[in-house]
């Protein structure tokens, strides 16, 4: 259960994680958050998220990470702690679990053991918080968006209607962005084919203060995606043909 107060608690972390000189940056739905915001103070839209996801841009240290954090933590609450659930899979990922002094679970950590050099540094209560760009969250996000299985993900398509209202983004740097990472834009078929799976799925999504229609949502990203050529009228021809 979405617990309201869980919030200002990863923010707490993120931020006594920041105070330490170390090579993290912070991902996913906090980061995303912060960054509309201060593009756009007036974002009626807020999804919430219970979990911290960060990268970890150098050689994997398991103590160092778990030390990091476990600082930041007690630092709110001395009977506060940090495990380890998951080991990196080839280098790649971990994933760390906080709990409180009754040793109730209250949030986790995905950690990519990835540098990301595409990030702003955002000064919050004196604090210099690194956070992906918009621009990277953007290209992480139009992958999943034009690939299969996108109903798993319909949360994206709102992360990515929240992003168009809030500022112009650097598409440039998006493809810029796509080429480090190896990443490809995929054909939309299931965006274009799926819609009311799609819809059920959203509809179905939780934790969101004013959320906004299905209807708005899909044809914002579907008109965007249209106007950038990554949707084009002989992609769409055809997988309405598959129909």
Known sequence: MYDKN???ILYAIIENVSREDSPIVFCGGLALKDLLFL???Q???DRKTIDIDANWGAEYDQEKIVGIFSRAV?????GYSVE???EPENHKTMGLEIY???HDFLTKVDINIKENPF???CTINDVNIKYSSLEKIMADKLVTITNNHIYRRTKD???IYMILLSSDVNMDEVYKILSYDKKTIGDSFDLLNEKEVLKNGYNSLKGILNKPSFDDVYNKVVGFLKEEHIITISSEIADNHEM
């Open 39 to 41: 593009n756009n103070p």
């Open 100 to 102: 409180d002094e009754n």
């Open 157 to 159: 398509l709102l992360d």
């Open 43 to 45: 974002m009626e839209i």
């Open 119 to 121: 990030y702003v540094t």
């Open 84 to 86: 380890l659930f998951r």
């Open 6 to 8: 869980i919030e200002n």
């Open 74 to 78: 007690k630092d709110l609450n001395s």
